[in-house]
């Protein structure tokens, strides 16, 4: 088969024959060096067609495309380069080292020369099923430019192993070492362009874009790391559209951006997309917008010097480090000039003394060269340093000498271990055969209707990230200083207020509502600025809340100043019991002893020192121990208070109005110890019910989570049984009651009415309000309600009931006489009734 003069034919010995290939420059030497370089540009200089359903067939050649002066300057870099690592004798003493250079205008056209590189050395053919002792023409590959050709070409170099380290590839794709194992790159991967291109959108807070791309590898991979970026940056991607091949069909994309309001674009593509995109933003008269441009344009001088650029609004762009000009290269290319003439390359025959077939180079001055964009000088130079350091490393040469240069050389390996300066810069490789990246942000400073870069930041990789922007270098004209200064505040929509959520209203995550993140609940605007996110367990949050703080834990602690009054009116209880129980020791046979109660007396004392104890067991952490006794031990203890009452009231209205109708039943009461069966009947059965209330499901240490606190506290355990005991205490009480009521009308020294109708409202009154409070509020301050309770039902009793007989005894003891008690029963006696 052949295309455009270029022939493949299957040969003997299962080999590929190529052809009448003939290379553009070339150079003999101990290793080659191959370069894939776009010469000639298929865009021609116009863009994508115009009118591609009307165009003829062509001829596909090379020299009908458009020549490129600065794809001819960056190869002039690597011959340079190759001659002065020849020139020294330092990097490869003793070892020389050639190239051959081909013109890659085009994937189809070009693809016999990406061949000619795998091709055996001194045999022009390729081994097809046997590869023993197969030695490749080159060591390695420079090129080509695009991030397409290369993933285009890349696979059949690596099969072999052989490794390309080119200098305009910057797909992400190519950083996967599976795909392309001996892949190298002098120029940083797009991952870190759109990071820096992200840094600048940050930095004026521009989040209201468009991205721009060309139908290619370049852009789409691009376009892919950009939305992954700009999400957690807070920037929209309000419009998003492809450079069309036709050039018709362009005005399109700026009726689009025009109707998503969009100032600031982002031109991410090939320069054979941008220039017919510029041209038409200018022939349509686009201006006041802001301009992002991708390496591979923003040092375009053709772009740049194109009349009315500075009407289309302000330009920024990223373009790999710049360093200043390569010593040595402008003489080299002076030289190699005057060579040219000399030699009379222009005459066909004598071409092969200049080492170049190349027409269109040959009307191209050394000025023009020179001046040409020198973007991609240093990274094209530094590859071929790299290949010749790593055949330094494969060859171990020495100081004076290399090995012998007829050993197959591999140099893939050896290029991972590269590392070396190159004019103060290091040239280093990462796991992905990535350089750490380098980016200058530059400015199209346009005065006096000329444009200049200018550059006005940085962007670094390496040691670590960073970042920086002098805006006072920005420069702007009158027109466009208004909407560069505007541009920060174009967005879909305000920013919400600190404590409330985006709701996005539409396509866009710019574009949204603002909602307030309810009780509970908080929002991180950093980490994500749509979603209010619930505190944890222990924690809570006011509604428009951003963080969240931890709940109180709140208990009586025994420090507490609520908690030390509580335990002293407890403790008060126990020493005024055991007081008047000395007292009554002491009077005990004294008629207001007995009339009391007597041994009932200290029985109901004991009772009550037993019931305050509870009160401490409301102080401190909750424990299930804690829990189980708190409760128990009152109402246990306080039921048999109750039932002592209950029999004394029973008891004197017995003797006064039952015992002379009932005689018999009275006797039978006195004999057999009736108030003691009665008192140790109703503390059994109220025992008997709190054991079986503890066996079921007893109370149990409780969390009380409300607003800002968590409350320690105690449940009720089986909740039917606690209502029994309660209703128990409660019917206790209101007997007590009845018989006391029952009593009224008795002599003066044994009426118990008054004294005990006044505890027991105390009793009901205090826990009545106990109930209320548990029932209607929550809160730490009802912990102290019970035992409150607790201690006015204890003082109730110790009131109204034991203060009368303590008063008699002590302060008037002459109605603690015998004879006082005999008149009062007299007096009852005479009472008509």
């Known amino acids: 088969t052949s295309v455009d003069g270029e022939h493949f034919s299957l040969g003997s010995n299962n080999s590929l024959l190529l052809r009448n290939l003939q290379c553009c420059f070339f150079l003999d030497g101990d290793y080659i060096v191959g370069g894939l370089f776009q010469l000639h540009e298929k865009y021609g200089g116009t863009g994508p067609a115009t009118d591609t359903e009307n165009r003829k067939p062509e001829v596909l050649q090379c020299h009908r495309f458009k020549f490129s002066s600065a794809s001819y300057q960056q190869i002039q ?3 340079f380069a190759i001659e002065e690592i020849n020139n020294s004798t330092l990097l490869l003493p003793g070892v020389s080292l050639g190239y051959e250079i081909f013109d890659y205008c085009s994937d189809l056209l070009s693809y016999g020369a990406a061949l000619e590189f795998l091709t055996q050395k001194g045999r022009g053919a390729i081994p097809v099923w046997n590869g023993t002792n197969y030695r490749p023409k080159v060591i390695s590959v420079t090129g080509p430019f ?4 290369t993933i285009s070409v890349a696979p059949l170099y690596m099969s072999e192993m052989i490794p390309m380290v080119t200098h305009g590839a910057t797909s992400v794709q190519l950083s996967s070492k599976n795909r392309f194992p001996s892949f190298f790159r002098t120029i940083p991967s797009d991952k870190y362009q759109v990071e820096s291109i992200v840094r600048i959108l940050q930095q004026f807070n521009w989040n ?3 991205f721009i791309g060309g139908d290619n590898d370049y852009s789409r991979d691009a376009l892919t790391v950009f939305q992954d970026k700009i999400r957690p940056a807070n920037i929209c991607l309000a419009y998003q559209d492809t450079i069309p091949q036709n050039q018709s069909l362009i005005g399109r994309l700026f009726n689009n951006i025009a109707m998503f309001n969009v100032q600031v674009i982002v031109v991410f593509a090939n320069v054979e997309f941008v220039i017919p995109f510029i041209q038409k933003a200018i022939d349509l008269r686009v201006k006041e917008k802001i301009w992002i441009a991708s390496e591979t344009w923003s040092m375009n001088q053709e772009l740049i010097k194109k009349s009315q650029i500075e009407r289309i609004g302000t330009v920024l762009g990223v373009t790999v480090q710049r360093h200043k000009d390569l010593r040595g290269f402008d003489e080299f290319i002076n030289n190699t ?5 000399e030699n009379a390359c222009t005459d066909m025959d004598l071409k092969e003394r200049c ?5 269109d180079c040959n009307s191209t001055s050394a000025q023009t060269i020179i001046g040409e964009d020198p973007t991609y000088s240093f990274v094209i130079y530094s590859a071929v340093y790299a290949v010749a350091h790593a055949l330094h490393n494969v060859l171990r040469c020495g100081t004076g000498n290399c090995a012998n240069s007829e050993i197959i050389a591999y140099p893939y390996m050896a290029l991972k271990q590269v590392k070396f300066k190159l004019d103060n810069q290091s040239i280093e490789f990462d796991e992905n055969g990535d350089p750490p990246a380098h980016y200058d942000i530059v400015h199209w400073d346009c005065k006096n209707k000329t444009c200049s870069n200018v550059d006005i930041g940085s962007y670094l990789t390496n040691p670590t990230p960073s970042f920086h922007i002098n805006e006072t270098l920005i420069h702007c004209d009158i027109l466009s200083c208004s909407y560069f200064l505007q541009a920060p505040v174009l967005q879909c929509s305000s920013e919400c207020k600190s404590g409330s959520r985006r709701v996005q209203t539409g396509f866009h995550t710019c574009c949204f509502e603002c909602e307030i993140c309810s009780d509970g609940k908080y929002i991180n605007h950093t980490a994500d600025p749509y979603s209010c996110i619930a505190c944890q367990k222990d924690e809570w949050a006011r509604n428009g809340s951003t963080s969240c703080t931890k709940r109180s834990i709140e208990y009586l602690h025994s420090d507490a100043s609520l908690a030390i009054f509580l335990m002293f009116q407890a403790s008060s209880i126990i020493l005024i019991s055991m007081a008047i129980l000395v007292l009554f020791l002491c009077k005990n046979d004294t008629p207001v002893v007995k009339s009391a109660g007597g041994r009932l007396c200290f029985f109901m004392l004991c009772c009550l020192s037993m019931s305050s104890i509870s009160v401490f067991l409301y102080i401190g952490k909750p424990t299930e121990a804690i829990c189980t006794l708190r409760n128990s031990v009152f109402v246990v203890f306080y039921v048999a208070c109750l039932s002592c009452l209950a029999v004394r009231s029973f008891q004197i209205v017995c003797i006064f109005k039952m015992a002379a109708k009932l005689p018999k039943a009275y006797d039978f009461w006195v004999k057999h110890g009736g108030q003691w069966i009665t008192i140790i009947t109703t503390t059994v059965i109220m025992l008997f019910l709190c054991i079986l209330w503890i066996a079921i499901e007893g109370p149990k240490p409780n969390q009380i989570t409300l607003y800002s606190e968590v409350i320690l506290d105690c449940t009720y355990g089986v909740i039917p049984i606690f209502y ?63 035992p409150f309770s607790v201690l006015c039902s ?3 009793i110790l009131f109204g009931y034991f203060f009368p007989k303590c008063y008699i005894i002590i302060i008037t003891p002459e109605r603690n006489t015998a004879a006082y008690f005999q008149t009062a029963i007299q007096s009852y006696t005479l009472q008509p009734r």
């Open 77 to 79: 870099v690597m011959r």
């Open 146 to 149: 695009g991030s397409s050709q």
């Open 208 to 210: 209201w874009v468009a």
């Open 337 to 341: 000039v005057k060579s040219r003439h």
């Open 355 to 359: 080492g170049q077939i190349c027409s």
């Open 724 to 786: 029994v005991i309660v209703l128990f205490a409660v019917l206790l009480g209101i007997a007590c009651f009845s018989f006391a009521y029952m009593g009224t009308d008795l002599p003066k020294n044994y009426n118990e009415g008054k004294s005990i109708t006044f505890s027991l409202l105390i009793f009901f009154i205090s826990w009545v309000i106990s109930l209320t409070v548990h029932l209607s509020t929550k809160g730490k301050h009802t912990l102290s309600v019970n």
């Open 794 to 796: 204890l003082y109730g």
